[in-house]
């Protein structure tokens, strides 16, 4: 069933996968959202906020589907795919780590630290692969 | 699609999984508007809870039925949604039933009734009327003791819930902090209850003729969105209330996603 031929690009996309569906999850509820706020030195969000939250909720949905779909087929058929979210988890974890730093008050670094590490994930499975363009980075 | 040519069946398999997938995502991600639309569900995080769990569960009922499309009708796939429309058709009746009449509302109950119709039309002509409980070569029919003993344990807490429901209806919600005990929770509560009679008759049909991948699938997605679903709570600090939490649920969640992961990594390798 799984198509990807590489075992460790398989374990670290399934992480990935499950982290992409707890912070769906965590987006999509009113109080995990509020939570996830007020622990990563947000204000409270309103309404709004709530709305804008589960819209990326669903992005993240979006995003574990496309994993999923990913171990199922060979690495040849997702190399755009790969290079997408390495790209797109890059952007990601550059915001988080300028988030925190502005942040004013901070209870928790774990969403912090899951971005950072979803970025070296894809990265890693993005050379295991041979999906790099280039050479750079290539000890990854 | 289902790797089948009998268009009948497919459009019957394709209406399952509208209602199914409907159901899911109205259950799980607005619970609110079921809530606005039936007399009987006030705004509590109770109903929410109980709805959310529902919608889960048809998300994997979803899984499965899409895991059929890419791979083939699977018999063992039936003996899980066959009982489980039935049980479902006389949850829903019996609930409005019990309801003042100026609150039935009947809606879900004419889905159930379709549903029941499509997944029995399809079962029939997929596979006749014929019930084949050919026994498999092992037991489980796969050789690897890990996944033997793993799904020994999902037949045991299945039916020990099952067992344990009898014995005590509203042990799930008086043990599970922030649930309050009244007439609705109850009937949700034995909706629950039946989730776990389906799956005690799928895995005694599988005990006997072999485990089922669509199954397995089913039961990952599920176990999956519990996991994520319970690790959120805990993060927000509401999985326990003064200190207490339902151990017992908590483990039944956590060994459900091991155990789901161990089984489908060890045993897809063969589909």
Redesign the interface.
Do not use: K, R
């Given at each position: 069933?799984?198509k990807l031929e590489d075992r460790p690009s398989v374990i670290i996309l399934s992480i990935i996968t499950?982290i992409a569906?707890?912070y769906?999850?965590?987006f999509?509820?009113d109080?995990?959202a509020?939570?996830?706020m007020e622990r990563t030195g947000g204000s409270t969000p309103n309404e709004g906020t709530m709305f804008f939250m589960g819209t990326v909720g669903f992005i993240y949905i979006g995003i574990a589907i496309g994993n999923v779909m990913a171990m199922m087929a060979p690495a040849s058929q997702s190399m755009v795919f790969f290079r997408a979210m390495a790209l797109v988890s890059f952007i990601a974890a550059l915001r988080a780590i300028g988030n925190t730093i502005i942040a004013d008050e901070i209870l928790t670094y774990?969403p912090l630290i899951a971005t950072i590490l979803v970025y070296v994930g894809y990265a890693v499975v993005m050379s295991r692969c041979k999906a790099r363009i280039g050479t750079h980075f290539g000890w990854l | 699609m289902f790797k089948t040519d009998d268009r009948l069946v497919q459009i019957c398999l394709g209406i399952c999984y509208f209602i199914a997938a409907m159901y899911a995502m109205i259950n799980f991600?607005n619970p609110d508007y079921l809530i606005d639309r039936y007399g009987t569900l006030d705004a509590t995080d109770t109903n929410r809870f109980f709805l959310g769990w529902y919608g889960m569960m048809n998300f994997g009922f979803v899984a499965g039925l899409i895991y059929m499309g890419y791979k083939g009708l699977d018999r063992a796939f039936f003996t899980y949604a066959v009982p489980l429309a039935i049980l479902f058709l006389i949850w829903g009746v019996s609930g409005q039933m019990a309801a003042d009449e100026s609150d039935q509302n009947y809606t879900a109950v004419g889905f159930f009734v379709i549903q029941l119709i499509a997944i029995i039309v399809a079962r029939a002509r997929a596979f006749g009327m014929n019930f084949d409980f050919t026994k498999a070569d092992n037991m489980w029919g796969t050789s690897d003791k890990l996944c033997q003993t793993i799904l020994w344990l999902g037949l045991a807490t299945q039916a020990f819930f099952v067992v344990g429901y009898f014995i005590n209806p509203s042990q799930l919600i008086t043990d599970t902090p922030g649930l309050e005990l009244n007439e609705v929770s109850q009937r949700f509560a034995t909706g629950v209850m039946y989730f776990s009679i389906a799956w005690t008759i799928a895995l005694l049909y599988q005990l006997r003729t072999g485990y089922s991948?669509s199954l397995i699938v089913t039961g990952l997605i599920t176990s999956?969105?519990f996991f994520?679903?319970f690790?959120?709570?805990a993060?927000?600090?509401?999985t326990s209330a003064g200190g207490e939490m339902n151990t017992l649920l908590v483990s039944a969640i956590i060994g459900n996603f091991v155990g789901s992961l161990i089984l489908f990594f060890r045993l897809?390798?063969n589909?």
């Open positions: 069933m799984i499950f569906i707890f769906a999850f965590m999509l509820g109080n995990t509020s939570a996830f774990a | 991600f991948m999956i969105m994520a679903v690790l959120n709570f993060a927000a600090g509401l897809q390798g589909h």
